[in-house]
DNA sequence: TTGATATTATACCACACGGTATAGAAAATA
DNA sequence: TATTTTCTATACCGTGTGGTATAATATCAA
């Protein structure tokens, strides 16, 4: 049980600084302290590691996101709540969320984009429910929960991005400042 | 003549597919039709490909956008031809703007990354020269430079992201709407 | 204590990796 | 024609890759 997430946490370290396929089985076993049969029992191969290390991490923030998704027909405040979660989950999570990144924005045929990409579903699909929620009150929005949630996940990725990048804080005006951004956009 | 720029295209094609650490000499080799030791007579090495093969594809779009960023004291006029610069690039350049996409996105210790970097920053030492000299024409931006060109090249390499992705369309249309949005974010 | 199961290390495998020494052609120069 | 330079192929190198067969050890239930 230790050792399962020993490497999990040096496997994240590595991919997030390095990349997948920069690194090897042999040196996260190094890292962790143990060997790679050890590795291989736990993870089956390299890319079990990947997907294990990508979900387990995911987890965390998803419930976070779960329940700050809750609509309670404020749809401003719901908003806020959940570009909060990203951006407190990215600023608590720096290491993990860099790789997250790093892995969606991978080449398509890549292992670490195909790994990463049910993940960005299972966001998508939650946020798209959040705007079909939302139409119910909003009813211009109605038939565009698609765009929505695309839109707005790409706009809290650049944001978090730029903070890693440093041009950028996430704090409480940032975020306010990214949903009026946003919103100003879906209505014009 | 011929096989140098055969080899520059194999790997264009391949290193946005898959990515540079994933897709190994020989597989370029193959593809182009030669053998490894006339690729290391032209790059030198693996590395020195990659810098050749993102160079010699920014420079077209770098002398479009040379010619887009000349401010004559209009700036929603130059925002747009550098805005429509870069989407018809993104456009027409698909393999090629998805590779640069993908490596300035990749982990900081990275070849593709640290390959990228100095092309990223001339893009933005380009753009920040823009909003200098916009400057003079509109005090309220002074001293923004630098947050102006990050935020402006965030917004363009995300909305054709989204095309890629086949969310959007890189019409006139997108275009105008962008811009709008980049302003309406600076002036609040 | 016994027996089964889960966990770990030693040692190894075939293979692909990036890169090169050597030398043969081809082309240009003298 | 002789010579030098550019370009290309054969064949190879050491190293590291992902992955595993085997067996020893630890854990735990009966």
Same mark, same amino acid.
């Given at each position: 049980m230790e050792n399962r997430e020993l490497i999990l946490e040096c496997a994240l370290e590595l991919f997030s600084h390095r990349g997948y396929d920069a690194v090897g089985v042999q040196e996260i076993a190094e890292k962790a302290g143990i060997t790679k049969p050890t590795l291989y029992h736990y993870f089956g191969?390299? &890319?079990? $590691?990947?997907?294990?290390? /990508? +979900?387990?991490? *995911?987890? +965390? =923030?998803? @419930?976070? =996101? $779960?329940?700050?998704? !809750?609509?309670? &027909? !404020? =749809?401003?405040? @719901?908003? %806020? &709540?959940?570009?909060?979660? *990203?951006?407190?989950?990215?600023?608590? %999570?720096?290491?993990?969320?860099?790789?997250?990144?790093? #892995?969606?924005?991978?080449?398509?045929?890549?292992?670490?984009? +195909?790994?990463? #990409?049910?993940? $960005?579903? &299972?966001? $998508?699909? #939650? /946020?798209?429910? /959040?705007?079909?929620?939302a139409a119910g009150d909003h009813g211009n929005m109605r038939g565009r929960h698609k765009p929505y949630a695309v839109s707005l996940l790409a706009m809290v990725n650049t944001y978090i991005q730029m903070c890693y990048s440093n041009h950028i804080q996430l704090n409480n005006e940032t975020t306010f400042k990214a949903i009026h951004q946003f919103m100003h956009g879906i209505f014009s």
């Open positions: 191969n390299k &890319r079990g $590691l990947l997907e294990s290390v /990508l +979900k387990e991490n *995911y987890l +965390k =923030l998803e @419930t976070a =996101l $779960l329940k700050a998704a !809750d609509y309670r &027909r !404020d =749809l401003p405040l @719901t908003l %806020h &709540r959940v570009v909060s979660a *990203y951006f407190s989950h990215a600023a608590n %999570h720096p290491v993990f969320y860099r790789m997250y990144i790093s #892995m969606i924005y991978s080449p398509p045929e890549s292992e670490s984009f +195909k790994a990463a #990409m049910p993940v $960005l579903q &299972r966001q $998508l699909e #939650m /946020l798209e429910q /959040l705007f079909i929620k």
